[in-house]
């Protein structure tokens, strides 16, 4: 039989690009439920979905930061029936925290964290009842570790995987899957409104030392991060069909093999200082091994991509 699937912040990005995907499948296995807080922004979504819409593939309303506006969407699938559930809205937020305001804080915190609690408390019920259900959440890298000017974002992506580690034990239980798609750097509108945010911030609430970091190393780095380890929207939307499609979906995939080696970092020492340390080093004091590891990624990718088109 066909899954239904609901996915949230399918106006754009990886959202968009998996609805797609989902939507498009040869043999017809899904439902799609594209969600978007604001139909004024559908047209992009309604063109790539052409001939499918209305057939594998509907647009509906739904704000993560919304308990009503969710329950009213839930409420119009047929049975209220979602088997397999998306959690993909998401926003970032760079800068030093004093040139942050606290409701700016809560905003990521409220639609990265709160908007997949809403979302459980309106879709788990039905899943454990039914004993079935995939929950797929798109995290992030930083839900994993932590990075320079990313403080609040990387703190809403570990309450994701905080939260989603202590569900995934009850949700055995139940026979429920969760997995955790942690992305890289994904070149998308994401990417974009942060680092214009970012420009445009007033940095006067900051040191000097502080502002300096954050505009003349981080922001003048920002670009060539994503533009040498970037991957598409369509890939991490490609990474999260085959976890929905895999029949023991693991815990936690990371789509970007070239990110891999960062995040390893992290389990190489029970300490914590060795990513830290490097992060640091890379950042401050050996701008020149900054570049160098730039550009072995890029090399890398490059020569990832040739052995894809020569195979
Ligand atoms: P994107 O900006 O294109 O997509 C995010 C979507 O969420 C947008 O369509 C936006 O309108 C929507 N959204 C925001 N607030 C919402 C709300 N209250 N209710 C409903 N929808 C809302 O960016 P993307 O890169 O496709 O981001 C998708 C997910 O991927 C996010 O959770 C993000 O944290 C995560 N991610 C992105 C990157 C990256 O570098 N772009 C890396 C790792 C993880």
């Given at each position: ?109 409220d639609t990265n964290f709160f908007g997949l609690v809403r979302l459980l408390k309106e879709i ?188």
């Open positions: 039989a066909q899954k239904t699937v609901l996915i949230t912040g399918c106006s754009s990005g990886i959202g968009l690009a998996l609805a797609i995907k989902l939507a498009r499948d040869k043999q017809k296995r899904f439902k799609v439920y594209a969600t978007m807080r604001n139909l004024s922004k559908k047209e992009k979504l309604e063109k790539a979905a052409n001939n499918i819409l209305g057939k594998t593939l509907e647009i509906k309303q739904l704000d993560v930061c919304d308990e009503e506006s969710i329950k009213t969407c839930v409420n119009n699938i047929p049975e209220r029936r979602i088997d397999i559930l998306v959690s993909n809205a998401g926003m970032g937020l760079i800068g030093p925290i004093e040139c942050q305001t606290i409701d700016e804080m809560k905003t990521v915190m788990l019920p039905d899943m454990k009842k039914r004993k079935s259900g995939h929950i797929v959440i798109i995290s992030s890298v930083m839900g994993l570790q932590g990075i320079l000017f990313n403080d609040v974002y990387a703190a809403s992506k570990f309450a994701v995987e905080g939260f989603c580690e202590s569900l995934a034990i009850q949700a055995l239980q139940f026979k429920l899957r969760v997995s955790l798609i942690e992305p890289g750097p994904v070149i998308t509108e994401f990417e974009k409104k942060v680092y214009e945010d970012g420009m445009k911030m007033d940095l006067s609430a900051a040191d000097e030392e502080t502002a300096r970091m954050f505009a003349d190393v981080y922001l003048k780095n920002y670009n060539q991060i994503f533009q040498s380890l970037g991957q598409s929207a369509e890939e991490v939307a490609e990474h999260t069909v085959k976890i929905i499609l895999t029949e023991n979906p693991p815990f936690r995939h990371q789509t970007n093999t070239l990110y891999t080696p960062v995040t390893t970092l992290k389990y190489a020492d029970p300490n914590g200082n060795l990513p830290i340390d490097s992060f640091y080093k890379m950042v401050f004091h050996h701008d020149r091994i900054f570049h160098a590891s730039l550009n072995f990624f890029k090399l890398l990718r490059w020569s990832s991509r040739k052995n894809i088109a020569s195979t």
